[in-house]
């Protein structure tokens, strides 16, 4: 990560305009780690120019992969080139695997590739237990065995990879995602019952089509996985980003817009856009733009996070600054990560008025925050408490702008084009 900078934001301006919304980070990341399942030089379009991508790109070259980005002809995007013709190991080296939680996706493809795979325990964002138990016994079932040492977990498949059915306990993400990858070159077809149905998969899933694989179901939850000899390189567009377009969409909500939010597909966002509408934001939607603008009062609201297509915990965060401005009571749930409450804390510092208890945040709407000095600890956390900052009156410092760099593409220029008065400065020394 970058040296810590803090972003300074000075509240009350009107928000209004387009934003181009960027490529995936949670689709990139998985596209990626796929490349390496194929021999030769994969491109990827619509790649965010983000830290997480950055490291994923370190991980691919300590497998050997020759990695290189140009900006994409079209758009804002990058174009993303990974050769993997002389891959040189199995082995994810621990101190980029415990930057961030979504290299273990490389685990999966590396035993497509390898038969085997030894990579560092993840570490990432610090807002829960995430364990990767659902990711263990899913590949298990493939014929994979595992030990763990020294923090590192060893895969190995030693009979190659046999197909199977397995029945998740819970449609999690990386778990259906490593299960799917590696089952591309398993032998005969598995089934996936309870699958995680992001849009995320179903772009994983075109991706995958595209070197070859045999794919069905993905983006629902019942997925068959017809397995191949071999996979080829591929070119592909990333879907975009449903979560930074959350963002920018709560951003027009708390600054009036109107805020279109460009390169989205509306179906992504479909609670999200109910629930703004419910909270009183005129919405419109055509083919990948999704317009928001609000000019009455914010009305409180009841959400609660849960798998696709529910309401997505990465725009919780997002919603509570929302909600703490609203004419009423609100009632957050959060059902998928325990520590997700995090920032509520320094919202509070703001003037928020956020009772937290277990899993649920009951937010009572107050008439305006307070610019104040608050820490992110997290990245949608911290995005949120810019959104903050936007809607506060007087300038707050949000410090700790590693966490958004993480999952945001110059979120301070794209907000500045909108209107906000936002600055990246230095963080002061200690
Ligand atoms: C992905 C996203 C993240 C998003 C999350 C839920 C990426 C890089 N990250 O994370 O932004 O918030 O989906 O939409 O795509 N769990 C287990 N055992 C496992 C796996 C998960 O108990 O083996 C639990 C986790 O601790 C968590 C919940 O399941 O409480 C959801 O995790 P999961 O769906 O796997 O999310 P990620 O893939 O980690």
New binding site residues.
């Given amino acids: 990560m970058e040296t810590s900078e803090t972003i300074v934001v000075n509240g009350g301006h009107h928000l209004e305009g387009d934003v181009q919304i960027a490529g995936a ?2 689709s990139v ?2 596209l990626m780690a796929a490349s390496v399942m194929a021999s030769g030089q994969t491109c990827i379009h619509n790649v965010p120019d983000i830290s ?1 991508v950055s490291v994923m790109q370190e991980v691919l070259k300590a497998l050997g992969a020759q990695v290189s980005t140009e900006d994409d002809q079209d758009g804002g995007g990058h174009t993303l080139y990974i050769d993997t013709a002389d891959l040189t190991t199995y082995v994810t080296p621990y101190d980029l695997v415990a930057q961030m ?2 290299s273990i ?1 490389i685990l999966g493809p590396l035993i497509a590739r390898f038969g085997r795979a030894r990579v560092a325990m993840p570490g990432g964002c610090r807002i ?9 016994s899913s590949l298990e079932s493939l014929g994979v065995t595992f030990d763990m040492d020294h923090g590192y977990i060893q895969a190995e498949a030693p009979d190659g990879l046999s197909s199977c059915e397995v029945l998740l306990d ?6 259906t ?1 490593n299960l799917m990858m590696a089952a591309t070159v398993a032998d005969g077809d598995t089934h996936i019952s309870n699958a ?1 149905r ?1 849009p ?1 998969i179903a772009d994983l899933a075109d991706f995958l089509n595209g070197m070859g694989a045999d794919v069905e179901g993905a983006g629902s939850p019942n997925i068959v996985i017809h397995g191949v000899k071999e996979l080829h390189p591929t070119e592909h567009t990333t879907v975009g980003d449903r ?1 930074e377009a959350g963002t920018f969409l709560v951003a027009g909500a708390l600054c009036g817009g109107p805020v279109h939010a460009r390169g989205i597909d509306p179906d992504f966002l479909a609670l999200p856009l109910k629930k703004l509408a419910q909270m009183g934001c005129d919405i419109e939607t055509n083919d990948d733009v999704i317009t928001v603008s609000r000019n009455g009062d914010i009305e409180p609201v009841d959400l609660q996070t849960l ?2 297509p529910g309401f ?3 725009l919780q965060a997002q919603f509570m600054v929302l909600s703490s401005l609203a004419q009423g009571n609100s009632i957050v749930t959060e059902n ?3 520590n997700r409450f995090m920032f509520a804390s320094e919202l509070g510092r703001m003037g928020a008025d956020i009772r937290i208890d277990a899993h649920h945040a009951l937010i009572s709407g107050v008439d305006h925050l307070e610019g104040a000095p608050v820490e992110a600890s997290d990245l949608r956390g911290g995005a949120a408490l810019v959104l903050a900052g936007l809607a506060a009156e007087g300038e707050s410092r949000v410090s700790h702008v590693e966490y958004i760099d993480r999952g945001y593409e110059d979120f301070v220029g794209k907000l500045r084009g909108l209107g906000a008065g936002v600055t990246r400065v230095p963080a002061p020394a200690d």
């Fill in positions: 980070k949670n990341l998985k997480d939680r979504a996706s829960g237990a995430r364990s990767l138990d659902l990711h263990i819970y449609p999690s993400v990386g778990a995602e995680a992001e995320e979560i798998p696709h997505p915990t990465d998928v990560f325990e």
